[in-house]
């Protein structure tokens, strides 16, 4: 991913960027709906972790945390895919922002998916003020306001938080259609693996708690 960092990506519609991404044909989660699938029970709040078999450029190896899943389809990010922009960066080139946190906070920004890669959001740990955000599950909720933002690196920030670039989606069965053809394993959220496990594992660590030997894995594994 390259950013023009003369101005960086988030919320606001001041803050912009330019993204240039090579295309793949599953860009955008496939723009083409997919066949009638039967709708599985909802995976909200899980983590797909891709098999193998999936060998889109934006989702190879990668950990997607979902943050919602129901019959019109799924919505959530990419955990284990950091960009070469730390948040350090991303606040000060932030029009909004008027301070530089010390010491400057040197945690990446991540790029959470190939739609609307110029907006931000922060998966964080709860808040006193929950107002601006969604809660996604006891300890863990979403917001894509200026506020939280600004709140990083001062005593109001969450204990926990990552921001991400952009978001992916999938249409109604779409992703029951990708799991039935063993591009995804599934399997509940852990707020460890979000915040607390080093991004390098965090394929790894998921794979583990199935308990699949990733070394082991195999493109026509079936899934959990």
Known sequence: MTIDKTKLPFADS???AE???????????HSESPSKTEVIGSLKNHFLIAMPSLTD??????VVYLCEHDEQGAMGFIINYPVK???????????????????????????????????????????????KSTMLNEQLMMSNSNSILSSLGTKNAPEQYMVALGYSSWDSGQLEQEIQQNQWLTIHCENEI?????????????LQRLGVDPSQLSSDVGHA
Not at 19 to 29: C, G, I, K
Not at 57 to 62: E, I, N, T
Not at 117 to 125: A, E, I, K, N, T
């Open 19 to 29: 993204v240039t991404e090579p295309q793949s044909d599953n860009q955008a989660l």
């Open 14 to 16: 001041d803050i912009s």
């Open 194 to 206: 979000i915040f607390n496990t080093p991004v390098e594992q965090r394929w790894n660590k998921s």
């Open 85 to 131: 922009l730390t948040l350090q960066e991303l606040l000060e080139n932030a029009e909004s922002i008027d301070y530089e946190p010390n010491p400057p906070l040197i945690d990446p920004v991540y790029l959470g998916g190939p739609l609307d890669m110029d907006r931000g959001f922060v998966l964080h740990s709860p808040t006193a003020d929950i107002s």
């Open 57 to 62: 450029p934006y989702f190879k190896h990668s």
